[in-house]
């Protein structure tokens, strides 16, 4: 196991067009969470998974965004009708919840920088 | 509202010299602390949690809650400390969801 992955390392998408990214979580972590980080800010929560459901999600998650994390392993982010607004880093961390929700920090991929043309 | 406050956007410290790099938070409640550090072409990573309260890489942080205020602290700054530095919160039941600061950029001169 070597961490978190997430692919594409780069993506440039014509406006308007769906782009999609994947992260693969450390197996053993029950939590996947994304974040975005623009240039010059830390990084913003969007939504994070616990096993394969979905518990929340950022007002920053418009409709065009959807996220979903299948048989509680890999996740994929997907962006429709992308605006030069969403150009971005796309960050997916992973952690390791107990049963009383605490956890012991995350470890982040090397995230998909997305750029909108 | 959650909210973590990085005063400084860069600091620049000759080696040798202490280090110290601010962090105020704003949260109502207990919250978790922690500073995360991300050498260059490297990904984001975990350096200390205040819960942990031990001391990486010469790095130590102590959570003031009178002050709010969560500093990291190096006596003696090193060339391989330079890097960006975020300091990010987490509440109980909140999914253990982080709020990042902005980052300070620690640029260690020789």
């Known amino acids: 196991d070597t961490g978190v992955s997430q692919n594409p390392r780069h993506k440039i998408t014509k406006r308007g067009q769906n782009v999609t990214f994947r992260c693969d979580p450390i197996?053993?972590?029950?939590?996947l969470y994304w974040y975005r980080q623009t240039l010059g800010q830390g990084p913003e929560f969007l939504t994070y998974?616990?096993?394969?459901?979905?518990?929340?999600k950022s007002r920053l998650l418009s409709d065009r965004f959807s996220a979903e994390r299948p048989k509680g392993s890999f996740s994929t982010l997907e962006i429709q009708r992308t605006e030069q607004g969403d150009s971005a880093m796309y960050l997916c961390?992973?952690?390791?919840?107990?049963?009383?929700?605490?956890?012991?920090?995350?470890?982040f991929g090397s995230g998909t920088r997305l750029t909108v043309v | 509202a959650q909210r973590v406050t990085q005063p400084e956007k860069l600091l620049s410290v000759f080696k040798g010299a202490p280090v110290e790099l601010k962090c105020n938070y704003s949260?109502?409640?207990?919250?978790?602390l922690f500073w995360y550090v991300q050498y260059s072409r490297q990904r984001l990573q975990l350096l200390l949690r205040?819960?942990s309260r031990e001391s990486i890489k010469g790095f130590t942080a102590d959570l003031n809650k009178g002050e709010t205020s969560f500093h990291l602290k190096k006596p003696f700054a090193q060339e391989e400390d330079s890097a960006m530095y975020y300091c990010?919160?987490?509440?109980?039941?909140?999914?253990?969801?982080?709020?990042f600061g902005a980052g300070t950029i620690l640029r260690v001169k020789s």
């Open positions: 205040h819960i």
């Open positions: 197996s053993e972590h029950n939590r």
């Open positions: 998974f616990q096993n394969e459901a979905q518990l929340e």
């Open positions: 949260y109502s409640g207990s919250p978790e």
């Open positions: 990010a919160l987490s509440g109980l039941g909140y999914g253990n969801k982080l709020v």
């Open positions: 961390a992973s952690s390791l919840a107990d049963v009383w929700t605490r956890t012991y920090g995350y470890t």
